[in-house]
Protein backbone atom coordinates (compact mmCIF):
# COMPACT_ATOMS: atom_id res chain seq x y z
CA UNK A 1 0.00 0.00 0.00
CA UNK A 2 1.15 3.45 -0.87
CA UNK A 3 1.56 6.32 2.14
CA UNK A 4 -1.62 7.97 0.08
CA UNK A 5 -3.42 4.77 0.42
CA UNK A 6 -2.18 4.35 4.59
CA UNK A 7 -3.27 7.64 5.14
CA UNK A 8 -6.94 7.63 3.55
CA UNK A 9 -7.50 4.30 5.06
CA UNK A 10 -6.70 5.12 8.72
CA UNK A 11 -8.72 8.28 8.44
CA UNK A 12 -11.96 6.09 6.78
CA UNK A 13 -11.72 4.05 9.75
CA UNK A 14 -10.95 7.28 12.56
CA UNK A 15 -14.23 8.41 10.41
CA UNK A 16 -16.37 5.26 11.07
CA UNK A 17 -15.15 4.91 14.62
CA UNK A 18 -16.27 8.59 15.05
CA UNK A 19 -19.87 7.75 13.56
CA UNK A 20 -20.36 4.55 15.03
CA UNK A 21 -19.59 6.66 18.94
CA UNK A 22 -22.09 8.88 17.95
CA UNK A 23 -19.85 11.44 20.48
CA UNK A 24 -20.02 13.93 17.55
CA UNK A 25 -22.77 14.75 15.47
CA UNK A 26 -22.55 12.76 11.68
CA UNK A 27 -22.14 16.53 10.37
CA UNK A 28 -19.44 17.47 12.25
CA UNK A 29 -17.20 14.38 11.60
CA UNK A 30 -17.97 14.72 7.75
CA UNK A 31 -16.48 18.50 8.40
CA UNK A 32 -13.45 16.68 10.38
CA UNK A 33 -13.11 13.86 7.91
CA UNK A 34 -12.87 17.02 4.92
CA UNK A 35 -10.52 18.91 6.92
CA UNK A 36 -8.43 15.66 7.62
CA UNK A 37 -8.31 14.86 4.31
CA UNK A 38 -7.37 18.46 3.04
CA UNK A 39 -4.58 18.60 5.72
CA UNK A 40 -2.96 15.11 4.52
CA UNK A 41 -3.04 16.36 1.38
CA UNK A 42 -5.72 13.65 -0.08
CA UNK A 43 -7.76 16.42 -1.28
CA UNK A 44 -6.38 19.62 -3.02
CA UNK A 45 -7.65 22.62 -0.85
CA UNK A 46 -9.35 23.91 -4.11
CA UNK A 47 -11.08 21.04 -4.47
CA UNK A 48 -12.44 20.49 -0.92
CA UNK A 49 -16.10 22.17 -1.44
CA UNK A 50 -16.73 20.59 -4.92
CA UNK A 51 -19.01 18.28 -2.79
CA UNK A 52 -21.22 21.40 -1.93
CA UNK A 53 -22.08 22.35 -5.95
CA UNK A 54 -22.61 18.58 -6.63
CA UNK A 55 -25.93 18.29 -7.93
CA UNK A 56 -26.70 15.03 -5.87
CA UNK A 57 -26.53 18.07 -2.84
CA UNK A 58 -29.29 20.15 -4.59
CA UNK A 59 -31.60 17.89 -5.77
CA UNK A 60 -31.77 16.44 -1.79
CA UNK A 61 -32.08 20.16 -0.53
CA UNK A 62 -34.56 21.10 -3.45
CA UNK A 63 -36.87 17.42 -2.75
CA UNK A 64 -36.87 18.54 1.05
CA UNK A 65 -38.44 21.84 0.33
CA UNK A 66 -41.16 20.73 -1.91
CA UNK A 67 -41.48 17.58 0.75
CA UNK A 68 -42.40 19.94 3.52
CA UNK A 69 -44.93 22.46 1.05
CA UNK A 70 -46.52 19.44 -0.29
CA UNK A 71 -46.98 18.13 3.79
CA UNK A 72 -48.53 21.33 4.94
CA UNK A 73 -50.47 21.87 1.92
CA UNK A 74 -53.36 20.42 3.79
CA UNK A 75 -53.87 17.98 1.51
CA UNK A 76 -53.52 15.22 4.71
CA UNK A 77 -57.46 16.65 5.48
CA UNK A 78 -58.57 14.69 2.31
CA UNK A 79 -56.44 11.20 2.91
CA UNK A 80 -57.91 11.12 6.29
CA UNK A 81 -60.96 11.37 5.28
CA UNK A 82 -60.20 8.35 2.73
CA UNK A 83 -59.14 6.60 5.91
CA UNK A 84 -62.05 6.29 7.39
CA UNK A 85 -63.93 4.02 5.13
CA UNK A 86 -61.16 1.64 6.69
CA UNK A 87 -61.74 1.89 10.55
CA UNK A 88 -63.05 -1.82 11.17
CA UNK A 89 -60.32 -3.88 10.07
CA UNK A 90 -56.88 -3.86 12.00
CA UNK A 91 -55.21 -5.35 8.82
CA UNK A 92 -56.72 -3.56 6.34
CA UNK A 93 -56.45 -0.36 8.24
CA UNK A 94 -52.46 -1.00 8.50
CA UNK A 95 -52.34 -2.11 4.56
CA UNK A 96 -54.26 0.84 3.36
CA UNK A 97 -52.14 3.60 6.05
CA UNK A 98 -48.96 2.00 4.75
CA UNK A 99 -49.75 1.82 1.06
CA UNK A 100 -50.48 4.98 1.27
CA UNK A 101 -46.97 6.21 3.17
CA UNK A 102 -45.09 3.93 0.72
CA UNK A 103 -46.88 5.78 -2.56
CA UNK A 104 -45.66 9.59 -1.01
CA UNK A 105 -42.13 8.36 0.28
CA UNK A 106 -41.41 7.36 -3.45
CA UNK A 107 -41.45 11.51 -4.68
CA UNK A 108 -41.00 13.08 -0.78
CA UNK A 109 -38.70 12.76 1.74
CA UNK A 110 -39.23 9.85 3.87
CA UNK A 111 -39.60 11.91 6.99
CA UNK A 112 -41.55 13.88 5.90
CA UNK A 113 -44.40 10.85 4.43
CA UNK A 114 -43.84 9.89 8.10
CA UNK A 115 -44.92 13.67 9.67
CA UNK A 116 -47.64 13.57 6.69
CA UNK A 117 -49.22 10.49 8.01
CA UNK A 118 -48.47 10.31 11.84
CA UNK A 119 -51.69 12.66 12.60
CA UNK A 120 -53.65 10.40 10.53
CA UNK A 121 -52.67 7.56 11.84
CA UNK A 122 -53.21 9.21 15.48
CA UNK A 123 -56.47 10.19 14.38
CA UNK A 124 -56.89 6.46 12.77
CA UNK A 125 -56.23 4.92 16.11
CA UNK A 126 -59.01 6.71 17.90
CA UNK A 127 -61.59 6.50 15.58
CA UNK A 128 -61.01 2.44 15.69
CA UNK A 129 -60.08 2.18 19.46
CA UNK A 130 -56.78 1.08 18.73
CA UNK A 131 -53.48 1.76 20.30
CA UNK A 132 -50.84 4.31 18.16
CA UNK A 133 -48.23 1.70 18.80
CA UNK A 134 -50.12 -0.76 16.37
CA UNK A 135 -49.13 1.94 13.36
CA UNK A 136 -46.57 3.72 13.98
CA UNK A 137 -43.59 1.66 13.79
CA UNK A 138 -45.36 -0.03 10.38
CA UNK A 139 -45.49 3.74 9.10
CA UNK A 140 -42.25 4.66 10.13
CA UNK A 141 -41.25 0.87 7.98
CA UNK A 142 -43.29 1.44 5.29
CA UNK A 143 -41.65 5.32 4.31
CA UNK A 144 -38.38 3.54 4.11
CA UNK A 145 -39.86 1.13 1.70
CA UNK A 146 -41.39 3.35 -0.61
CA UNK A 147 -38.21 5.42 -0.68
CA UNK A 148 -36.86 2.47 -3.16
CA UNK A 149 -39.25 2.73 -5.76
CA UNK A 150 -37.40 6.42 -7.64
CA UNK A 151 -34.47 8.13 -7.59
CA UNK A 152 -36.02 10.72 -5.22
CA UNK A 153 -37.39 8.55 -3.01
CA UNK A 154 -34.66 8.98 -0.84
CA UNK A 155 -31.24 10.03 -0.85
CA UNK A 156 -29.06 6.93 -0.99
CA UNK A 157 -30.83 6.53 -4.68
CA UNK A 158 -29.63 9.97 -5.77
CA UNK A 159 -26.70 9.41 -4.49
CA UNK A 160 -26.03 5.55 -6.22
CA UNK A 161 -26.77 7.48 -9.18
CA UNK A 162 -24.18 9.79 -9.20
CA UNK A 163 -21.73 7.30 -8.09
CA UNK A 164 -22.97 5.35 -11.88
CA UNK A 165 -22.80 8.98 -13.25
CA UNK A 166 -18.97 8.92 -12.25
CA UNK A 167 -18.47 5.22 -13.88
CA UNK A 168 -20.37 4.74 -16.90
CA UNK A 169 -21.03 8.43 -18.07
CA UNK A 170 -24.92 8.27 -17.43
CA UNK A 171 -26.96 8.54 -13.97
CA UNK A 172 -30.17 6.31 -13.45
CA UNK A 173 -33.43 7.57 -14.82
CA UNK A 174 -36.49 8.24 -12.44
CA UNK A 175 -37.67 4.55 -12.40
CA UNK A 176 -35.04 2.73 -12.90
CA UNK A 177 -35.67 1.43 -8.98
CA UNK A 178 -39.16 0.70 -9.28
CA UNK A 179 -39.02 -3.04 -10.67
CA UNK A 180 -37.18 -4.06 -7.58
CA UNK A 181 -38.83 -1.22 -5.33
CA UNK A 182 -42.38 -2.92 -5.98
CA UNK A 183 -41.35 -6.41 -5.60
CA UNK A 184 -40.59 -5.36 -1.96
CA UNK A 185 -43.34 -2.80 -1.26
CA UNK A 186 -45.39 -5.65 -1.82
CA UNK A 187 -44.03 -8.12 0.21
CA UNK A 188 -43.04 -5.63 2.57
CA UNK A 189 -47.11 -4.42 2.80
CA UNK A 190 -48.25 -7.94 2.91
CA UNK A 191 -45.82 -8.84 5.96
CA UNK A 192 -46.70 -5.26 7.73
CA UNK A 193 -50.38 -6.43 7.77
CA UNK A 194 -50.30 -8.96 9.56
CA UNK A 195 -46.01 -8.53 11.24
CA UNK A 196 -47.46 -5.83 14.09
CA UNK A 197 -48.70 -8.55 16.46
CA UNK A 198 -45.06 -9.25 16.66
CA UNK A 199 -44.78 -5.76 18.90
CA UNK A 200 -44.76 -7.06 22.70
CA UNK A 201 -48.06 -7.02 24.34
CA UNK A 202 -47.53 -3.90 26.81
CA UNK A 203 -46.68 -1.89 23.53
CA UNK A 204 -49.65 -2.74 21.08
CA UNK A 205 -51.79 -2.48 24.61
CA UNK A 206 -51.22 0.63 25.46
CA UNK A 207 -54.35 3.21 25.33
CA UNK A 208 -55.18 5.54 22.98
CA UNK A 209 -52.86 9.43 23.01
CA UNK A 210 -56.04 11.32 24.66
CA UNK A 211 -56.51 8.47 27.15
CA UNK A 212 -52.63 7.26 27.44
CA UNK A 213 -51.91 10.74 29.20
CA UNK A 214 -53.42 9.36 32.12
CA UNK A 215 -51.98 10.38 35.82
CA UNK A 216 -48.19 10.06 35.48
CA UNK A 217 -47.96 11.80 32.11
CA UNK A 218 -49.02 15.56 31.96
CA UNK A 219 -47.29 17.86 34.15
CA UNK A 220 -49.67 21.24 34.21
CA UNK A 221 -50.17 24.05 36.62
CA UNK A 222 -53.41 25.67 37.61
CA UNK A 223 -53.78 29.03 39.82
CA UNK A 224 -56.84 29.62 42.25
CA UNK A 225 -57.89 33.01 41.19
CA UNK A 226 -60.86 35.14 42.94
CA UNK A 227 -64.06 33.20 42.71
CA UNK A 228 -62.67 30.05 42.35
CA UNK A 229 -65.12 26.96 42.91
CA UNK A 230 -62.09 25.59 45.17
CA UNK A 231 -61.51 28.06 47.40
CA UNK A 232 -61.34 26.48 50.99
CA UNK A 233 -61.66 22.40 49.51
CA UNK A 234 -59.02 20.34 50.34
CA UNK A 235 -56.86 18.30 47.90
CA UNK A 236 -58.67 15.51 48.46
CA UNK A 237 -61.93 16.94 47.50
CA UNK A 238 -60.36 18.52 44.77
CA UNK A 239 -58.65 15.18 43.20
CA UNK A 240 -62.00 13.37 43.68
CA UNK A 241 -63.73 16.26 41.68
CA UNK A 242 -64.20 14.36 38.45
CA UNK A 243 -63.66 11.07 39.83
CA UNK A 244 -61.22 10.34 37.07
CA UNK A 245 -57.81 10.53 36.47
CA UNK A 246 -56.35 13.88 38.29
CA UNK A 247 -53.76 14.09 40.69
CA UNK A 248 -52.40 17.56 42.38
CA UNK A 249 -48.47 16.50 42.82
CA UNK A 250 -47.27 20.10 44.16
CA UNK A 251 -48.67 23.00 45.97
CA UNK A 252 -46.82 26.16 45.65
CA UNK A 253 -48.16 29.13 48.08
CA UNK A 254 -46.40 32.48 47.91
CA UNK A 255 -42.50 31.90 49.07
CA UNK A 256 -43.57 28.08 50.21
CA UNK A 257 -43.07 25.43 47.46
CA UNK A 258 -44.75 21.56 48.96
CA UNK A 259 -44.14 18.60 47.33
CA UNK A 260 -47.07 15.82 47.56
CA UNK A 261 -49.01 18.21 49.67
CA UNK A 262 -50.95 16.31 52.16
CA UNK A 263 -54.86 15.72 50.99
CA UNK A 264 -56.51 17.67 53.89
CA UNK A 265 -53.89 20.50 52.98
CA UNK A 266 -57.22 23.42 52.39
CA UNK A 267 -56.44 25.39 49.36
CA UNK A 268 -56.48 29.14 49.56
CA UNK A 269 -56.41 31.84 46.49
CA UNK A 270 -53.00 32.63 45.17
CA UNK A 271 -52.43 29.10 45.75
CA UNK A 272 -50.54 27.54 42.54
CA UNK A 273 -51.72 23.36 42.15
CA UNK A 274 -49.07 20.97 39.98
CA UNK A 275 -51.15 18.75 38.75
CA UNK A 276 -50.88 15.81 36.29
CA UNK A 277 -53.50 14.28 33.74
CA UNK A 278 -54.88 14.36 30.76
CA UNK A 279 -55.69 17.27 28.50
CA UNK A 280 -59.44 16.52 28.75
CA UNK A 281 -59.53 16.48 32.12
CA UNK A 282 -57.56 19.33 32.31
CA UNK A 283 -59.93 21.30 30.73
CA UNK A 284 -62.84 20.41 32.34
CA UNK A 285 -61.20 20.89 36.07
CA UNK A 286 -60.93 24.65 34.10
CA UNK A 287 -64.39 24.75 33.05
CA UNK A 288 -65.72 23.49 36.53
CA UNK A 289 -63.82 25.11 39.05
CA UNK A 290 -63.06 28.55 37.13
CA UNK A 291 -59.05 28.11 37.89
CA UNK A 292 -56.62 29.76 35.24
CA UNK A 293 -53.76 27.36 33.36
CA UNK A 294 -50.50 29.07 33.88
CA UNK A 295 -48.17 29.13 31.26
CA UNK A 296 -44.44 28.92 31.37
CA UNK A 297 -44.02 32.29 33.05
CA UNK A 298 -45.98 32.78 36.55
CA UNK A 299 -47.45 35.81 36.04
CA UNK A 300 -49.58 35.08 33.34
CA UNK A 301 -52.60 33.06 33.60
CA UNK A 302 -54.37 31.91 30.52
CA UNK A 303 -57.67 31.49 29.72
CA UNK A 304 -57.66 27.67 27.22
CA UNK A 305 -59.79 29.43 24.52
CA UNK A 306 -60.12 32.61 22.76
CA UNK A 307 -60.72 34.22 19.68
CA UNK A 308 -57.88 33.61 17.58
CA UNK A 309 -55.91 31.40 19.55
CA UNK A 310 -55.11 27.64 18.92
CA UNK A 311 -53.97 24.81 21.37
CA UNK A 312 -52.11 22.06 19.77
CA UNK A 313 -50.30 19.05 20.84
CA UNK A 314 -46.29 17.87 19.59
CA UNK A 315 -44.14 15.75 19.96
CA UNK A 316 -40.64 17.29 20.67
CA UNK A 317 -38.31 15.81 17.29
CA UNK A 318 -34.25 15.05 17.94
CA UNK A 319 -33.19 17.91 16.18
CA UNK A 320 -35.79 20.41 18.28
CA UNK A 321 -33.84 23.91 19.71
CA UNK A 322 -35.66 23.05 22.98
CA UNK A 323 -33.72 19.96 23.93
CA UNK A 324 -31.43 20.51 26.82
CA UNK A 325 -33.19 23.38 28.12
CA UNK A 326 -36.23 24.45 30.43
CA UNK A 327 -39.01 27.13 29.09
CA UNK A 328 -37.75 29.68 31.30
CA UNK A 329 -34.37 29.12 29.33
CA UNK A 330 -35.91 28.87 25.74
CA UNK A 331 -38.16 31.93 26.72
CA UNK A 332 -41.14 30.29 24.58
CA UNK A 333 -43.11 33.21 25.37
CA UNK A 334 -41.44 36.24 24.57
CA UNK A 335 -39.50 34.51 21.63
CA UNK A 336 -41.66 32.80 20.02
CA UNK A 337 -45.11 33.80 21.21
CA UNK A 338 -46.58 30.79 22.72
CA UNK A 339 -47.55 29.31 25.88
CA UNK A 340 -46.69 25.93 26.85
CA UNK A 341 -49.63 24.51 29.08
CA UNK A 342 -48.43 20.90 29.72
CA UNK A 343 -46.19 18.44 29.40
CA UNK A 344 -45.55 15.05 29.04
CA UNK A 345 -42.48 13.71 29.56
CA UNK A 346 -40.65 10.58 28.45
CA UNK A 347 -40.33 7.89 31.35
CA UNK A 348 -36.74 8.29 31.85
CA UNK A 349 -37.09 12.17 32.60
CA UNK A 350 -39.86 11.70 34.57
CA UNK A 351 -39.93 14.32 38.01
CA UNK A 352 -42.12 16.61 40.22
CA UNK A 353 -40.97 20.35 39.25
CA UNK A 354 -42.05 23.27 38.23
CA UNK A 355 -43.48 23.33 34.58
CA UNK A 356 -41.05 26.38 34.00
CA UNK A 357 -38.27 23.87 35.27
CA UNK A 358 -38.49 20.56 33.33
CA UNK A 359 -35.77 20.31 30.62
CA UNK A 360 -37.25 19.38 27.25
CA UNK A 361 -36.02 15.68 25.78
CA UNK A 362 -36.58 14.66 22.71
CA UNK A 363 -39.83 12.41 22.79
CA UNK A 364 -41.29 14.66 25.06
CA UNK A 365 -44.91 15.35 24.10
CA UNK A 366 -45.85 19.06 25.09
CA UNK A 367 -49.26 21.17 24.58
CA UNK A 368 -48.59 24.69 23.16
CA UNK A 369 -51.38 27.36 22.95
CA UNK A 370 -50.59 30.68 20.56
CA UNK A 371 -51.73 31.95 17.69
CA UNK A 372 -53.65 29.75 15.42
CA UNK A 373 -52.09 31.31 11.97
CA UNK A 374 -48.78 31.55 12.61
CA UNK A 375 -48.46 28.04 15.19
CA UNK A 376 -47.74 25.86 12.11
CA UNK A 377 -44.77 28.20 11.52
CA UNK A 378 -43.75 27.59 15.08
CA UNK A 379 -43.83 24.06 15.58
CA UNK A 380 -41.62 24.50 12.62
CA UNK A 381 -38.83 26.57 13.59
CA UNK A 382 -38.99 25.16 17.57
CA UNK A 383 -38.41 21.61 15.86
CA UNK A 384 -41.88 20.17 16.77
CA UNK A 385 -44.20 17.63 14.92
CA UNK A 386 -47.99 18.12 15.46
CA UNK A 387 -49.79 15.05 16.97
CA UNK A 388 -53.42 15.95 16.51
CA UNK A 389 -54.69 19.57 16.34
CA UNK A 390 -56.83 21.75 18.44
CA UNK A 391 -58.51 25.00 16.86
CA UNK A 392 -55.15 24.96 14.66
CA UNK A 393 -55.38 24.28 10.74
CA UNK A 394 -52.21 22.95 9.20
CA UNK A 395 -53.10 23.05 5.55
CA UNK A 396 -53.57 26.64 3.30
CA UNK A 397 -56.81 26.05 2.54
CA UNK A 398 -56.21 27.83 -1.18
CA UNK A 399 -52.91 26.16 -2.13
CA UNK A 400 -54.21 22.37 -1.25
CA UNK A 401 -53.11 20.91 -4.52
CA UNK A 402 -50.49 23.22 -6.17
CA UNK A 403 -47.27 22.14 -4.00
CA UNK A 404 -48.09 19.02 -5.49
CA UNK A 405 -49.33 20.38 -8.75
CA UNK A 406 -45.59 21.85 -9.08
CA UNK A 407 -43.77 18.32 -8.09
CA UNK A 408 -45.45 16.86 -10.63
CA UNK A 409 -44.71 19.02 -13.45
CA UNK A 410 -41.37 18.94 -11.73
CA UNK A 411 -41.09 15.47 -12.07
CA UNK A 412 -42.30 15.42 -15.61
CA UNK A 413 -39.71 17.90 -16.80
CA UNK A 414 -37.15 15.16 -15.00
CA UNK A 415 -38.56 12.34 -16.88
CA UNK A 416 -39.37 13.50 -20.01
CA UNK A 417 -35.58 14.83 -20.20
CA UNK A 418 -36.43 18.48 -20.75
CA UNK A 419 -34.25 19.48 -17.94
CA UNK A 420 -31.68 17.63 -15.12
CA UNK A 421 -33.52 16.40 -12.57
CA UNK A 422 -31.72 18.68 -10.05
CA UNK A 423 -32.65 22.07 -12.25
CA UNK A 424 -36.27 20.73 -12.56
CA UNK A 425 -36.65 20.32 -8.75
CA UNK A 426 -35.16 24.02 -8.41
CA UNK A 427 -37.38 25.23 -10.84
CA UNK A 428 -40.19 23.83 -8.50
CA UNK A 429 -38.84 25.74 -5.64
CA UNK A 430 -38.43 29.14 -6.97
CA UNK A 431 -42.31 28.46 -8.22
CA UNK A 432 -43.30 27.39 -4.42
CA UNK A 433 -41.31 31.00 -3.92
CA UNK A 434 -42.87 32.92 -7.04
CA UNK A 435 -46.45 31.77 -5.85
CA UNK A 436 -45.89 33.01 -2.49
CA UNK A 437 -46.81 29.13 -1.54
CA UNK A 438 -43.46 28.96 1.45
CA UNK A 439 -42.09 31.99 2.26
CA UNK A 440 -38.19 32.05 2.65
CA UNK A 441 -37.58 31.09 5.87
CA UNK A 442 -39.91 28.22 5.67
CA UNK A 443 -37.66 27.16 2.90
CA UNK A 444 -34.58 27.28 4.31
CA UNK A 445 -36.07 25.59 7.56
CA UNK A 446 -37.69 22.81 5.59
CA UNK A 447 -33.74 21.47 4.63
CA UNK A 448 -32.28 18.67 6.86
CA UNK A 449 -28.98 21.15 7.18
CA UNK A 450 -26.80 18.39 8.98
CA UNK A 451 -27.27 16.33 5.80
CA UNK A 452 -26.10 18.42 3.22
CA UNK A 453 -23.23 18.80 5.13
CA UNK A 454 -22.64 15.41 5.72
CA UNK A 455 -22.96 14.89 1.43
CA UNK A 456 -21.21 18.44 0.86
CA UNK A 457 -17.96 17.12 3.02
CA UNK A 458 -17.70 13.10 2.32
CA UNK A 459 -17.91 13.27 -1.74
CA UNK A 460 -14.72 14.57 -1.91
CA UNK A 461 -13.31 12.62 1.37
CA UNK A 462 -15.00 9.11 -0.58
CA UNK A 463 -13.44 10.56 -3.92
CA UNK A 464 -10.42 10.29 -2.79
CA UNK A 465 -10.50 6.61 -1.94
CA UNK A 466 -10.77 6.59 -5.77
CA UNK A 467 -7.48 9.06 -6.93
CA UNK A 468 -5.55 7.29 -4.04
CA UNK A 469 -6.28 3.45 -5.81
CA UNK A 470 -7.53 2.57 -2.51
CA UNK A 471 -10.81 1.43 -3.57
CA UNK A 472 -9.10 -0.56 -6.80
CA UNK A 473 -7.16 -1.96 -3.76
CA UNK A 474 -10.05 -3.25 -1.47
CA UNK A 475 -12.16 -4.51 -4.27
CA UNK A 476 -9.30 -6.58 -5.93
CA UNK A 477 -8.36 -8.60 -2.36
CA UNK A 478 -12.45 -8.99 -2.06
CA UNK A 479 -12.85 -10.08 -5.27
CA UNK A 480 -9.55 -12.80 -4.43
CA UNK A 481 -11.20 -13.69 -1.30
CA UNK A 482 -14.32 -13.97 -2.90
CA UNK A 483 -13.25 -15.48 -5.82
CA UNK A 484 -15.14 -19.00 -5.21
CA UNK A 485 -18.39 -17.39 -4.85
CA UNK A 486 -21.19 -17.18 -7.80
CA UNK A 487 -22.18 -13.51 -8.60
CA UNK A 488 -25.82 -13.72 -6.92
CA UNK A 489 -23.66 -14.82 -3.23
CA UNK A 490 -21.40 -11.77 -3.89
CA UNK A 491 -24.05 -9.79 -4.30
CA UNK A 492 -25.82 -11.06 -1.59
CA UNK A 493 -22.53 -10.50 0.59
CA UNK A 494 -22.67 -6.84 -0.36
CA UNK A 495 -26.08 -6.59 0.06
CA UNK A 496 -25.93 -7.69 3.90
CA UNK A 497 -22.85 -5.92 4.22
CA UNK A 498 -24.51 -3.04 3.96
CA UNK A 499 -27.17 -3.74 5.41
CA UNK A 500 -25.21 -4.44 9.13
CA UNK A 501 -23.40 -1.13 8.06
CA UNK A 502 -26.30 1.04 7.92
CA UNK A 503 -27.72 1.36 11.65
CA UNK A 504 -24.03 2.30 12.30
CA UNK A 505 -24.04 4.96 9.92
CA UNK A 506 -25.86 7.63 8.39
CA UNK A 507 -26.94 6.10 5.26
CA UNK A 508 -25.90 8.96 2.97
CA UNK A 509 -22.66 7.38 4.74
CA UNK A 510 -22.88 4.36 3.87
CA UNK A 511 -23.85 4.70 0.41
CA UNK A 512 -20.20 7.13 -0.16
CA UNK A 513 -18.41 4.15 1.66
CA UNK A 514 -19.92 1.05 0.14
CA UNK A 515 -20.49 2.26 -3.17
CA UNK A 516 -17.64 2.78 -4.86
CA UNK A 517 -15.94 -0.53 -3.11
CA UNK A 518 -18.78 -2.58 -4.99
CA UNK A 519 -18.63 -0.96 -8.10
CA UNK A 520 -15.02 -2.05 -8.02
CA UNK A 521 -15.97 -5.08 -6.77
CA UNK A 522 -17.92 -6.01 -9.92
CA UNK A 523 -15.73 -4.87 -11.97
CA UNK A 524 -12.93 -7.00 -10.44
CA UNK A 525 -14.98 -10.35 -10.84
CA UNK A 526 -16.17 -9.63 -14.03
CA UNK A 527 -19.81 -8.90 -13.47
CA UNK A 528 -22.00 -5.77 -14.46
CA UNK A 529 -21.54 -3.01 -12.12
CA UNK A 530 -25.89 -1.92 -11.75
CA UNK A 531 -27.26 -4.73 -9.55
CA UNK A 532 -23.88 -4.19 -7.16
CA UNK A 533 -24.63 -0.83 -6.79
CA UNK A 534 -28.62 -1.33 -6.68
CA UNK A 535 -27.88 -3.63 -3.94
CA UNK A 536 -25.54 -1.18 -1.70
CA UNK A 537 -28.49 1.88 -2.05
CA UNK A 538 -31.11 -1.27 -1.02
CA UNK A 539 -29.71 -2.07 2.26
CA UNK A 540 -28.19 1.62 3.23
CA UNK A 541 -31.96 2.30 2.94
CA UNK A 542 -33.48 -0.11 4.90
CA UNK A 543 -32.63 0.15 8.31
CA UNK A 544 -35.41 -1.56 10.21
CA UNK A 545 -33.44 -2.72 13.53
CA UNK A 546 -32.57 0.31 15.34
CA UNK A 547 -34.68 3.53 15.62
CA UNK A 548 -31.31 5.86 15.44
CA UNK A 549 -30.72 4.13 11.87
CA UNK A 550 -33.01 6.32 10.21
CA UNK A 551 -34.77 9.78 10.84
CA UNK A 552 -38.91 7.76 10.44
CA UNK A 553 -37.55 5.60 13.12
CA UNK A 554 -37.43 8.07 15.55
CA UNK A 555 -39.90 10.09 14.78
CA UNK A 556 -42.40 7.47 16.07
CA UNK A 557 -40.45 6.25 19.01
CA UNK A 558 -41.90 9.05 21.59
CA UNK A 559 -45.41 9.16 20.38
CA UNK A 560 -45.65 4.66 19.87
CA UNK A 561 -44.11 4.52 23.48
CA UNK A 562 -41.56 2.00 21.58
CA UNK A 563 -38.72 0.82 23.34
CA UNK A 564 -35.23 0.05 21.74
CA UNK A 565 -35.50 -3.33 21.44
CA UNK A 566 -39.13 -3.01 19.85
CA UNK A 567 -37.28 -2.25 16.46
CA UNK A 568 -35.45 -5.54 16.09
CA UNK A 569 -38.47 -7.28 16.97
CA UNK A 570 -40.49 -6.68 14.13
CA UNK A 571 -37.67 -5.38 11.99
CA UNK A 572 -35.55 -8.30 11.74
CA UNK A 573 -37.96 -10.63 9.54
CA UNK A 574 -38.55 -7.95 7.45
CA UNK A 575 -34.80 -7.55 6.90
CA UNK A 576 -34.56 -10.86 5.80
CA UNK A 577 -37.68 -10.82 3.84
CA UNK A 578 -35.42 -7.96 1.79
CA UNK A 579 -32.59 -10.17 0.96
CA UNK A 580 -34.67 -13.31 0.32
CA UNK A 581 -36.60 -10.91 -2.32
CA UNK A 582 -34.25 -9.14 -3.16
CA UNK A 583 -31.38 -10.19 -4.12
CA UNK A 584 -33.60 -12.36 -7.07
CA UNK A 585 -35.34 -9.18 -8.04
CA UNK A 586 -31.91 -7.99 -8.52
CA UNK A 587 -30.61 -10.71 -10.40
CA UNK A 588 -33.96 -10.49 -12.82
CA UNK A 589 -33.52 -6.76 -13.24
CA UNK A 590 -30.44 -6.25 -13.48
CA UNK A 591 -28.67 -9.24 -14.76
CA UNK A 592 -25.26 -10.23 -13.96
Given at each position: MSTDQLLIAGLLLVTVALFVSEKWRYDLVAMFSLFGAVI????????????????????????LILSAAVSRSGIIDYVLKFMARFSESPHLQIAVLCAGVMFFSAFMNNVGAVALFLPIAIAVARASNRAPSELLMPLAFSSLLGGLLTLIG???????????????????????FAPVGIALCLGGLAYLAVGWRLLPA?????????NQFAIEDYLAELKVVEGASVIGSSIRDIENLLQTNFSIIGLIRGEVREAAPSGRRVVREGDILIVRSDPQTIKTVV?????????????????????????????????????????????????????????????SHRAVRR???????????????????????????????????????????????????????????????????????????????????????????????????????????????????????????????????????????????TLVVTPFLNNAATVLLMGPIAAGLAIKAGFAVDPFLMAVALGASCDFLTPVGHQSNTLVMGPGGYKFTDYARLGLPLTVMVVVLGVPALLFVWPL
Amino acid sequence: MSTDQLLIAGLLLVTVALFVSEKWRYDLVAMFSLFGAVILGLVPADKAFTGFSNPVVITVACVLILSAAVSRSGIIDYVLKFMARFSESPHLQIAVLCAGVMFFSAFMNNVGAVALFLPIAIAVARASNRAPSELLMPLAFSSLLGGLLTLIGTPPNLLISGIRENLLGKPYELFDFAPVGIALCLGGLAYLAVGWRLLPADRRGKPLPENQFAIEDYLAELKVVEGASVIGSSIRDIENLLQTNFSIIGLIRGEVREAAPSGRRVVREGDILIVRSDPQTIKTVVDKTKMNLIGNKDDIDIPLTSEGVGVVEAVVRAESRLIGFTPRQIRLRSSYGVNLLALRQTSSHRAVRRLREVVFHEGDIIILQGDSETMSETLELLGCLPLAQRNLQLGQRGFVFVPALIMLAALVAAIAGWLPIAIAFLGGVVALGVFRIMRLHEMYAAIDWPVIILLGALIPVTGAMETTGMTDLVSAYLANVGGHLSGAALLTLVLVATLVVTPFLNNAATVLLMGPIAAGLAIKAGFAVDPFLMAVALGASCDFLTPVGHQSNTLVMGPGGYKFTDYARLGLPLTVMVVVLGVPALLFVWPL
